[in-house]
């Protein structure tokens, strides 16, 4: 059983910066693609960034310029380093990693972790 856990949001103030992690754990394969979703309040949820295991990277045009993604050596953490945080980026952001192997879910999905920008 593979698990995602993520860690590192929390509330912050526009302008500012945060950094979230999700480390993957139990019986882990291999992932393709790493990445991050962000749920607004009352929307769907929205890519927001993604990175391959040959560390290309994807971003949602809402982003760019503002958010990086990374992933760790063992490519089994990414990363997502936020700033220049804006009320609008306020949501839940749920990790995510493409299973590359035959056993086990296509998807494998984190809990999530609140992002609270004020304004």
């Known amino acids: 059983q593979v698990q995602l856990v993520e860690s590192g949001g929390g509330l912050v103030q526009a302008g500012g910066s945060l950094r979230l992690s999700c480390a993957a754990s139990g019986r882990i394969f291999r992932f393709n693609v790493m990445g991050w979703y962000h749920q607004a309040p009352g929307k769907q949820r929205e890519l927001v960034a993604e990175i391959t295991t040959g560390g290309r990277t994807n971003y949602a045009d809402s982003v760019k310029g503002r958010f990086t993604i990374s992933r760790d050596n063992a490519k089994t953490v990414v990363y997502l380093q936020m700033n220049s945080l804006k009320p609008e980026d306020t949501g839940v952001y749920y990790c995510?990693?493409?299973?590359?192997?035959?056993?086990?879910?296509?998807?494998?999905w984190g809990q999530g972790t609140q992002v609270t920008v004020s304004s």
């Open positions: 995510y990693a493409d299973n590359s192997s035959p056993i086990g879910p296509p998807r494998y």
